[in-house]
């Protein structure tokens, strides 16, 4: 993460006006950033593409009170180093947040950290999010053919953004999806607060956790979107804050998605803030140690999985779907730690057919315990 305090201090922004960063906010920037890096440079890469934009709905001041960047600057300088290398395409940056403060403070931080290339445009506004999705939806400049688009929605609760507007984006377009879902606030505000949470929800109620989940999944899985992953965040005390749900079109957007998640969370089960002692505390196991042990389960759970489908046959790509959307593993770990094991068991049948031996991502396998 980038961290521009000195630079603060010389600038004279107001440093009480910034917000104080939640241990949670670090991994959650951090989680963000990191695929939004390696989706820009994959995107890059591809001749079909002309534009990439990522939209932070709710990007708050660029800083945070410790000097950190916000996730929209440093998407900034992800973009900055791309467009470098890639002066035939245009990187957009649109940085929204309705409370102008903050976004006052945003315009002063951009020229702290020196972009300056004409292949990146950066649109800022101040429009409550609500009409800021509304504005977005028909926008030809924003969505399109060759456009690469990553929506990114960060409210601090449940209450604010009305799903049936992201909804209408995701049915409209081709764009990705990163929400922040509150759901510590849902669940602390459904039976007291319930019309406003029902308003968010287009006037739909539900009346559980699970419900809501699924409600979600349902509005967020719609047009070109195919595929989604939530990760969960929880404090210190194991209370789920919040999941970050992420949709996309793109098979390949998925497998970069998990690849970041292990960058990034070593392939725990959730996020888990830690109380001030275990932080300074070393741990007994290497990080190495730590993630090999977490891979073997998350393995087992991924074999458990697909033994579901016990009497099918099953393609590599229908296998890795499943397996990425359903479990933890990632694509690089399937092979080697859920398929070439189960084939050796005796439970999977690689058939072989019309592929050599070797090659796993061309075939199809018979899924069911053999004799
Ligand atoms: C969790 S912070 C965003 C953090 C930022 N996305 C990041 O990753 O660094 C939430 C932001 O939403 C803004 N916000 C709250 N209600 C809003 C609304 N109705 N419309 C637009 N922005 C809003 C707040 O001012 C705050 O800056």
């Known amino acids: 993460m980038t ?28 989680y963000v950033s990191e695929y939004v890096k390696q989706w820009a440079i994959i995107s890059s890469e591809r001749t079909d593409i002309t534009n990439i934009t990522f939209i932070d709905c709710m990007c708050n001041a660029g800083v945070y009170k410790d000097g950190d ?25 649109y940085l929204n947040d309705y409370d102008s403060k903050k976004i006052d403070t945003l315009k002063k931080v951009i020229p702290l950290l020196h972009v300056k290339r004409s292949n990146i445009r950066i649109i800022i506004s101040t429009k409550d999010v609500n009409d800021y999705l509304v504005s977005l939806k028909d926008n030809k400049n924003v969505f399109g053919y060759s456009k690469i688009v990553i929506l990114y929605i960060d409210p601090y609760d449940f209450g604010t953004v009305h799903i049936p507007k992201v909804h209408d984006i995701l049915k409209h377009n081709y764009c990705e999806l990163i929400f ?30 699970e419900e809501l989940v699924k409600y979600m999944e349902k509005e967020f899985k719609t047009g070109n979107i195919k595929y989604g992953f939530s990760y969960q965040f929880k404090t210190e005390t194991n209370i789920e804050l919040y999941q970050i749900m992420f949709f996309t079109p793109n098979k390949r957007g998925l497998e970069v998605l998990k690849d970041a998640l292990w960058k990034v969370f070593g392939g725990k089960f959730y996020h888990k803030n830690q109380k001030e ?53 990632k694509e690089g770990q399937i092979i080697s730690h859920v398929l070439k094991p189960l084939i050796e068991e005796g439970k999977v049948i690689k058939r072989n057919f019309n592929v050599s031996k070797r090659n796993y991502k061309s075939d199809s396998y018979e899924i069911g315990e053999s004799k």
């Open 180 to 209: 922040n879902f509150f759901i510590s606030d849902y669940v602390r505000n459904w039976k007291n607060n319930s019309e406003r949470i029902s308003k968010c929800l287009g006037g739909t109620t539900v009346s559980s956790k």
């Open 69 to 93: 960047l916000c996730t929209g600057l440093e998407v900034l300088l992800i973009f900055n180093e791309l467009a470098g290398r890639h002066p035939d395409k245009t990187y957009n940056l």
């Open 3 to 30: 961290n521009i305090a000195a630079k603060l201090v010389e600038s004279g922004i107001n440093i009480n006006v910034l917000t104080d960063k939640k241990q949670q906010t670090d991994y959650k920037i951090k």
């Open 277 to 329: 002692l275990e932080r300074m505390q070393t741990s007994l196991f290497t990080e190495e140690d730590e993630q090999g042990w977490l891979l073997k389960l998350h393995a087992e759970e991924a074999k458990k999985l697909l033994l579901f489908n016990s009497g099918k046959t099953l393609t590599y790509s229908e296998i890795e779907m499943l397996l990425i959307e359903k479990s933890m593993v």
